[in-house]
């Protein structure tokens, strides 16, 4: 079965507009070249300091997704979809990338010397101060960089899914990220071309959870 094509790809507002969350895919292959552009507007996603405190594991095989699936309540959408991004977050990541972001944003530059020599104190400052909340961060960094991918899928004619249901410790076994207590999964989302459409469910008014300035002052439009 030929894999669908969408030639024009849909503006930003539109694929916001548009996307709804599926859960029965086709079989459908995502081409090697749409797989890339897909990872590329990915880690395009801004993140703290530019850590990029994400480890995204792209799940393909059909053992892996039976056994993702099986760590995630038997879901059938992760062994139906083509690929599934699972998305771990790790807070110690900036000891490791520092070096290396630094580097590239004088490269690039996008960093002066000043950024960077602010940059090598400010980030491990950070970073220990933020204590217990490290991992919160990086798993806030990696639900962003999630976002990205669905607006990104919805835009070039793939739909997804975010999953919140599963089971970290399993999650990580599949991932062999087992022996690795730090390591968080943030989230979980299965990418393909939808079985079905899905209807706008509609959203609350804005009064009831959009405020100007203070809670209980509603935005009215």
Known sequence: MSPITQIQPLDVPSAIAKRRSIKTF??????????????????AAPSSYNIQSWQIILVQDEAQKAALSAASFNQQQ?????????FAADPNASEENLTPIIEQGLETGAWNEGTVNYFKIAIPQFQAGLGDKRREYAIKDAIIAATHLVLAAESLGLSTCFMNGWIEDKVKEVIDAGDNPNLAIAVVVPVGYAAEPRLNPGRLPFSSNVSVDRIGNPYQG
Request: charged share 20%.
């Open 78 to 86: 992760i062994i139906q979809a083509p690929v599934t991004f699972v």
């Open 26 to 43: 086709k079989p459908d292959p995502i081409t090697p070249e749409l797989l890339k552009q897909l990872v590329e507007l990915t880690v």
